[in-house]
């Protein structure tokens, strides 16, 4: 069964930096566009950004663009995320998950989350 | 940017219910659309994408149909652990998600 496991999440003060981690096993991970999803406490989903399978190509939503950046080692099956600059607003479950088909966000498997709170 | 209006946010229902949730893109989007369901403290699990296409694994009492940039979920004869959130999601954007509640 496919696993992504989410690491580096915790609390940060406002205009702090933290790196995500998820690691990736029992796929092909190289052959798997994949993305960040985060969700506020009590509030809906939110898609932040994918990365092509070979790492080529990002894009992200307009929110975080320029602040956060996503990045892959395939040679290490892992995904991360890079946020900078971080706000109260920020605040939520990250999750990680593989896309079913590349460069489309639906996406088929997802990490357990990991929490982040920016707060002083 | 696509914008996606789900309705409603809430929704009381019976064990047995048909339930429709329905999803309106603002423009075309080729039927990529997506649903998924979230319990508590738990991930989301993808049930449909390309708008009818069940993923495997999931109950054929779930469906999912399309009418222009209208999509319905529907679940026939609901079951207890039904019983949770619903998302559904296109281009990256998602819905505001639909709460399906025991009546």
């Known amino acids: 069964e496919v696993e992504l496991v989410e690491s580096g999440g915790g609390l940060v003060q406002p205009g702090g930096s933290l790196r995500l981690s998820c690691v990736a096993s029992?796929?092909?991970?190289?052959?798997?566009?994949m993305s960040w999803v985060r969700q506020a406490p009590g509030k809906g989903l939110e898609w932040l950004a994918h990365?092509?399978?070979?790492?080529?190509?990002?894009n992200y939503v307009d929110s975080v663009k320029g602040r956060f950046t996503i990045s892959r080692d395939n040679a290490k099956n892992s995904l991360f995320l890079q946020m900078n600059s971080l706000r109260a607003e920020d605040t939520a479950v990250y999750y990680c998950?593989?896309?079913?088909?590349?460069?489309?966000?639906?996406?088929?498997?997802w990490g357990q989350g990991t929490l982040v709170t920016v707060s002083s | 940017d696509i914008q996606v209006a789900q309705s409603p946010s809430t929704l009381s229902a019976s064990i047995g219910d048909r339930v429709t949730i329905t999803c309106r893109a603002s423009q075309t989007v080729n039927n990529w659309v997506a649903w998924y369901q979230q319990k508590p403290g738990k991930a989301p699990r993808l049930l449909i994408y390309k708008a009818s296409i069940l993923l495997s694994g999931v109950p054929t009492r779930f469906s999912g149909s399309a009418s222009g940039t209208e999509f319905i979920l529907t679940i026939t004869s609901l079951q207890p652990d039904d019983f949770a959130t619903y998302y559904c999601q296109s281009s990256s954007t998602f819905g505001q998600g639909t709460k399906v509640e025991i009546k």
């Open positions: 998950a593989r896309e079913v088909i590349g460069g489309v966000v639906d996406l088929d498997y």
């Open positions: 029992r796929f092909s991970f190289s052959n798997y566009w």
């Open positions: 990365i092509r399978d070979d790492g080529s190509a990002d």
